[in-house]
């Protein structure tokens, strides 16, 4: 018998916090308070990219894991 896969998506507040970084002139820093992960972005927007891309990975990084 083969394994199920079962797809499944789940929705949850996440607050993030985006602000200039501090040593790097014109990068922007976005730490995610819930999850605690940190990215860092040439804009705003690439900033809040990359937390999506970064948070991403981590939740398909545990569904593989169970």
Partial sequence: MRPMKIAMSIQFPLRVVVYPAPDVP????????????????????????????AVGTLAEYHSERG
């Fill in 26 to 53: 014109g990068q922007w820093i976005a730490h995610g308070l819930e999850t605690d992960i940190v990215t860092q972005g040439d804009s705003v927007d690439h900033a809040i990219e990359m937390m999506a891309d």
